[in-house]
Nanobody, 126 residues
Framework: QLTLVESGGGLVQPGGSLTLSCAAS????????IGWFRQAPGKEREGVSC????????KYTDSVKGRFTISRDNAKNAVYLQMNSLKPEDTGVYYC???????????????????WGKGTLVTVSS
């Protein structure tokens, strides 16, 4: 069974930091570009960041640029999202997703990804 499991969410004050992890089981992530997405209450799911298979290429949505950093460790079969200077508008359920790509140097924040985790809740509030 191919699964992705997110962890690391929680309650944090504005200005605080969290690191989310995405672990894969049943398959190896090195064949997949990975994306992080979030869904705030009452809003549509949106792409936050993505990373290529090689880790060379990354993308961020404008609202998180300079605050979030995506990384991956293919040896550990995991991807991470370091989130700093968190704001209340960062609140939502965060999902990781995997897209199998032949190219090692591109990534996409694409809602039609191949595999999705169940999400982890991030709440930014004082």
């Amino acid at each position: 069974q191919l699964t992705l499991v997110e962890s690391g969410g929680g309650l944090v004050q504005p200005g605080g930091s969290l690191t989310l992890s995405c672990a894969a089981s049943g398959f190896t992530l090195d064949s997949y570009a990975i994306g992080w997405f979030r869904q705030a209450p009452g809003k549509e799911r949106e792409g936050v960041s993505c990373i290529s298979r090689s880790g060379v290429s990354t993308k961020y949505t404008d609202s998180v640029k300079g605050r979030f950093t995506i990384s991956r460790d293919n040896a550990k079969n995991a991807v991470y999202l370091q989130m700093n200077s968190l704001k209340p508008e960062d609140t939502g359920v965060y999902y990781c997703a995997a897209l199998k790509l032949g190219s090692g140097n591109v990534c996409f924040m694409y809602l039609g990804m191949d595999y999705w985790g169940k999400g982890t809740l991030v709440t930014v509030s004082s």
